[in-house]
């Protein structure tokens, strides 16, 4: 980046310290204004709601919520109910986007600096929330200005980031056993209660995406208990009561390791606040069991292996070692062969669409670089590694077009459409058939693809 770190620091503790400007052209409470402008950049908006309650003569806490697509709306809108019952601003901006870094910090700066000047926010109660790409966004603002808390949905810390030895900020994370980063969300929990850090990681149970409303609303209700024990907002006994029963009631009584997991979260997030002696002494006496102490072992050695599969298929990737990604890709395809909610199937589903999503980004810079051959080299392994994706093949069959290989490109165009590739009006225009697309066996093929749906 070419901004200063230290910088960048003091610009946006000044943001979050409140300037007291005009305040001309508030959003009205009770409703999500989608599309509003910065006064400072008019090429930066953002997406707010302000609680039907909202006041502007007392301070609020903020989610400040950056979703991968730019979505602003969309993610306020996930997170207005829990902002409307437990009184929070949210806003979201509608310029931050997966991509290089400097627009992010750009979007987050804009947006932080211009909704603190248009409403009346706590600086002790700012939060960020983000999935995917939006969390790694809204853990680099947490690392780099003063936060109150992280609700992380499927991602974690930036590449070039790690964690302090001492973490300032509370995390919520939120993951799934079809989540491809859910490796990536246990390590990073692993890590935070190495560190004695205020963590909580809840398991969805889908994929990867935004957390279903029910979890964002508990989400914000922990950030509330957080800051009730940290003694940022008073003690409210309706909001701890009504969250202490709902936990209680939802506790699994089996299989043991769950429940030793949930009675821990729970005496940690009511401590202080209720009386829980009871569910720590069953945490800690159920921690010192053979069966506890047998599932946390094979967790981390599961978590430790489906890492491993990943950085060594990235490797073989980055090599050109298409021996090992097929040697790899038979073993992942025997394991597919289990139970669908086997943990040997679900992590290879996930190590499939990982490596799948990591190997798309490369191929689409090799082919905007002419690097055909390198992009063949990739794809070919990719077929073999999951045969069954339509784009993969369709990708060979382009790097093969590129590269003059008129019986290569013609079997992997095939094999496409029997995977199940459908977008004729993509593969009519297609430049790198230009060689070809007269012949008889390519019209064939070509003429067999019925549907303009978009891959």
């Given at each position: ?30 409703q999500?204004?989608?599309?509003v ?10 997406a ?11 301070a ?61 926010l ?12 939006g ?8 690392l ?24 300032p ?22 890590a ?104 946390r ?68 810079r ?53 995977a ?8 009519a ?27």
């Amino acid at each position: 980046m070419s901004f200063s770190t230290r910088a960048l620091v003091r610009t946006v503790l000044a943001c979050l310290g409140l300037v007291t400007a005009a305040r001309a052209q508030e959003p009205l409470p009770g409703q999500i204004a989608p599309q509003v402008v910065s006064r400072a950049d008019a090429r930066q908006s953002y997406a707010i709601y302000l609680p039907t309650s909202y006041d502007r003569s007392r301070a609020w806490p903020v989610i400040f919520i950056f979703d991968p697509g730019a979505r602003g709306r969309d993610a306020v809108e996930r997170l207005r109910p829990a902002a409307e019952q437990f009184g929070y601003v949210v806003a979201g901006s509608n310029n931050s986007r997966n991509g290089p870094a400097e627009p992010q910090y750009q979007a987050m700066l804009a947006m932080i600096n211009d909704a603190s000047q248009r409403t009346s926010l706590d600086p002790r109660r700012v939060y960020v929330a983000g999935l995917s790409g939006g969390a790694r966004v809204a853990f680099r603002t947490a690392l780099m200005a003063r936060v109150r808390g992280v609700l992380a949905c499927s991602a974690g810390l930036p590449g070039d980031a790690e964690l302090p030895a001492k973490v300032p900020f509370a995390v919520f994370g939120t993951t799934g056993p079809t989540d491809f980063n859910f490796s990536e969300m246990k390590r990073l929990d692993f890590a935070l209660e190495d560190r004695a850090a205020t963590h909580r990681l809840v398991n969805t149970g889908g994929g990867h995406a935004w957390a279903t409303p029910d979890v964002l609303l508990q989400a914000v209700e922990w950030f509330e208990l957080e800051a009730m024990r940290g003694g940022v907002r008073p003690k409210d006994e309706k909001i701890i009561g009504a969250a202490l029963a709902a936990r209680l009631q939802a506790l699994p009584a089996a299989p043991v390791p769950a429940r030793w997991q949930a009675l821990q979260a729970l005496a940690r997030d009511f401590q202080g606040l209720a009386d829980v002696s009871t569910q720590e002494k069953q945490a800690k006496e159920l921690e010192k069991s053979r069966e506890v102490a047998a599932w946390r072992r094979a967790d981390r050695k599961a978590v430790d292996r489906e890492t491993a599969y990943v950085e060594e298929l990235m490797d073989a990737e980055s090599d050109g070692d298409v021996v090992f990604i097929k040697r790899i890709s038979g073993e992942l395809r025997r394991m597919l062969a289990g139970p669908a909610d086997s943990e040997d199937h679900l992590m290879a589903r996930r190590v499939i669409t990982d490596f799948n999503g990591r190997a798309r980004s490369a191929i689409r810079r090799m082919f905007q670089d002419g690097a055909y051959s390198d992009a063949e080299a990739v794809l070919d392994a990719m077929t073999a590694f999951d045969p069954t994706d339509a784009r993969s093949h369709y990708d060979l069959a382009r790097a093969r077009g590129y590269l003059g290989d008129r019986k290569g490109c013609l079997a992997a165009l095939t094999a496409a459409v029997k995977a199940g590739y459908a977008n004729a009006t993509q593969a009519a225009a297609e430049p790198a058939f230009a060689k070809f697309r007269e012949e008889a066996a390519f019209k064939s093929v070509l003429g067999s693809i019925s549907q303009p749906a978009t891959l």
